[in-house]
């Protein structure tokens, strides 16, 4: 369930928020250009700095949702369309794509083409300018050094498949975030009979089906799993932290893949001015760097970011693969039915 509106400065309770309904006109809040409310499924522990700047600088009060790990963006998707004829929210600052192209092509999301929009690559923005990337991360295999030798480095996603990992290997449950995003973009890459088979050989495989990405970076670097799939940001952490694991990218044949955040503006808002500063903000150079220097090791797709470090520059060396995130979303459907057809809910 998504968690209540809160402000960066003001924790309030479930039950106020949802009786105040946000900052909706009547409810109790007043709608001004002095208030902007996101729905966000970025982390707290990253957002949350970013938004406190901008509402220091500005001097807009920022409320914000956060969604739980356990059903990334799923739960502030499902708010969004239950409030789509009068919404409480003004940006929609998603931790990937699909979601975010899905609630456009629904109606929920607006055109702004942000003038800070220019500085990213146009693959990473909406043909129709209803929303915007910036930020990514990466899909990475991790692995434990302690239980996989160097000899024995799995090659990529076909080490999760492979007799000698059996029942060793874990991913997160694939029915929402960054791991649905990944699997429509292999749907893409590989059709759909391939990954059909793909599918059917992690059941037979025992691959784990942990709760998040998280918790998949957690099980590895305690020696649980010898290997799993997961994002950049999550296995930064256990890096960080001196945990015995090493990261290598998950070639599909056509690349790497990159997770852009993406920032868009909700559809009949109320506040729209607010928004559009606050995504103005978002898309900055300032803020890219600060997500790429910051403890999630974010890395920017700005053009004029392209000499600032990360911990990723050797898995950066793979080419990205070419991804139409439209044409991806459109695929969530038949996703989720070869998810539910092979067992991935079981």
Same mark, same amino acid.
């Given at each position: 369930?998504?968690?209540?509106?809160?402000?960066?400065?003001?924790?309030?309770?479930?039950?106020?928020?949802?009786?105040?309904?946000?900052?909706?006109?009547?409810?109790?809040?007043?709608?001004?250009?002095?208030?902007?409310?996101?729905?966000?499924?970025?982390?707290?522990?990253?957002?949350?700095?970013?938004? %406190?700047?901008?509402?220091?600088?500005?001097?807009?009060? $920022?409320?914000?949702?956060?969604?739980?790990?356990?059903? %990334?963006?799923?739960?502030?998707?499902?708010?969004?369309?239950?409030?789509? +004829?009068? &919404?409480?929210? +003004?940006?929609?600052?998603?931790?990937?794509?699909?979601?975010?192209?899905?609630?456009?092509?629904?109606?929920?999301?607006?055109?702004?083409?942000?003038?800070?929009?220019?500085?990213?690559?146009?693959?990473?923005? +909406? &043909?129709?300018?209803?929303?915007?990337?910036?930020?990514?991360?990466?899909?990475?295999?991790?692995? !434990?050094? !302690?239980?996989? %030798?160097?000899?024995?480095?799995?090659?990529?996603?076909?080490?999760?498949?492979?007799?000698?990992?059996?029942?060793?290997?874990?991913?997160?449950? &694939?029915?929402?975030?960054?791991?649905?995003?990944?699997?429509?973009?292999?749907?893409?890459?590989?059709?759909?009979?391939?990954?059909?088979?793909?599918?059917? #050989?992690?059941?037979? *495989?025992?691959?784990?089906?942990?709760?998040? *990405?998280?918790?998949?970076? +957690?099980?590895?670097?305690?020696?649980?799993?010898?290997?799993?799939?997961?994002?950049?940001?999550?296995?930064?952490?256990?890096?960080?932290?001196?945990?015995? $694991?090493?990261?290598? $990218?998950?070639?599909?044949?056509?690349?790497?893949?990159?997770?852009? !955040?993406?920032?868009?503006?909700?559809? =009949?808002?109320?506040?729209?001015?607010?928004?559009?500063?606050?995504?103005?903000?978002?898309?900055?150079?300032?803020?890219?760097?600060?997500?790429?220097?910051?403890?999630?090791?974010?890395?920017?797709? =700005?053009?004029?970011?392209?000499?600032?470090?990360?911990?990723?520059?050797?898995?950066?060396?793979? %080419? #990205?693969?070419?991804?139409?995130?439209?044409?991806?979303?459109?695929?969530?459907?038949?996703? $989720?039915?070869?998810?539910?057809?092979?067992?991935?809910?079981?």
């Amino acid at each position: 369930m998504a968690r209540p509106i809160v402000p960066i400065l003001l924790f309030v309770t479930a039950g106020l928020a949802l009786l105040s309904g946000g900052c909706r006109e009547g409810a109790g809040v007043p709608a001004s250009a002095g208030t902007v409310v996101v729905y966000t499924a970025l982390d707290q522990v990253y957002s949350e700095p970013i938004l %406190k700047a901008f509402e220091e600088r500005t001097g807009i009060r $920022v409320e914000v949702v956060y969604d739980a790990e356990s059903a %990334k963006t799923t739960g502030l998707v499902n708010r969004l369309i239950a409030r789509r +004829d009068r &919404p409480d929210c +003004d940006v929609w600052w998603n931790n990937e794509p699909i979601q975010t192209a899905r609630l456009a092509e629904r109606g929920l999301l607006e055109k702004y083409e942000s003038p800070a929009a220019a500085r990213i690559p146009a693959a990473m923005r +909406d &043909p129709q300018g209803r929303w915007t990337g910036f930020a990514a991360r990466m899909r990475v295999l991790i692995y !434990n050094t !302690n239980i996989v %030798k160097d000899g024995a480095r799995p090659a990529g996603l076909e080490a999760l498949v492979a007799p000698e990992w059996r029942g060793k290997a874990a991913i997160a449950r &694939p029915f929402f975030g960054t791991t649905l995003t990944h699997l429509c973009v292999l749907y893409q890459a590989w059709g759909p009979e391939r990954l059909k088979a793909y599918l059917l #050989a992690l059941r037979a *495989n025992d691959v784990a089906l942990a709760a998040g *990405n998280g918790p998949v970076r +957690d099980l590895v670097a305690a020696g649980e799993y010898a290997l799993g799939l997961t994002d950049t940001d999550d296995a930064y952490a256990a890096l960080r932290e001196g945990k015995p $694991v090493a990261v290598l $990218v998950p070639d599909a044949g056509a690349g790497a893949i990159l997770m852009p !955040n993406t920032v868009a503006v909700v559809a =009949g808002c109320p506040h729209r001015e607010a928004a559009r500063r606050l995504i103005d903000y978002l898309l900055s150079a300032e803020v890219e760097r600060r997500l790429a220097e910051g403890p999630s090791a974010q890395i920017p797709l =700005g053009t004029d970011l392209a000499d600032v470090p990360t911990p990723w520059g050797n898995l950066l060396r793979t %080419k #990205a693969m070419d991804v139409d995130f439209v044409r991806a979303a459109a695929d969530v459907e038949k996703v $989720v039915a070869l998810l539910q057809e092979t067992g991935m809910d079981r």
